[in-house]
Nanobody, 120 residues
């Protein structure tokens, strides 16, 4: 069992930056790939970014490519999402996820979510 706890959300203005963190606990070894998803009001949850545990390779949604950076610290069991040049359309609840099929939107574990609001 893996518990995921996100932090770092908040209210910012367009063009600002935020860094989200996701701490994994419950296992001494987290074997999963890690990722971030988001869900805006009235919309379905969508993939944002993913990082491989083994290779560190990353994948991003086109909408955030060049602005967001995902990273992980395996020793701390923590994954980060650095969000720069934020836009109002980035407003959503951001969810941390752990699993093997994140690119298909399937996760073994989900966090509770953290709200990011970007004002224009």
């Amino acid at each position: 069992q893996v518990q995921l706890v996100e932090s770092g959300g908040g209210l910012v203005q367009a063009g600002d930056s935020l860094r989200l963190s996701c701490a994994a606990s419950g296992r001494t070894f987290n074997p999963y790939n890690m990722g971030w998803f988001r869900q805006a009001p009235g919309k379905e949850r969508e993939f944002v970014a993913r990082i491989s545990r083994s290779s560190g390779g990353t994948t991003y949604a086109d909408s955030v490519k060049g602005r967001f950076t995902i990273s992980r610290d395996n020793a701390k069991n923590t994954v980060y999402l650095q969000m720069n040049s934020l836009k109002p359309e980035d407003t959503a609840v951001y969810y941390c996820a752990a699993g093997w099929e994140l690119l298909r939107g399937v996760a073994n574990y989900w966090g509770q979510g953290t709200q990011v609001t970007v004002s224009s």
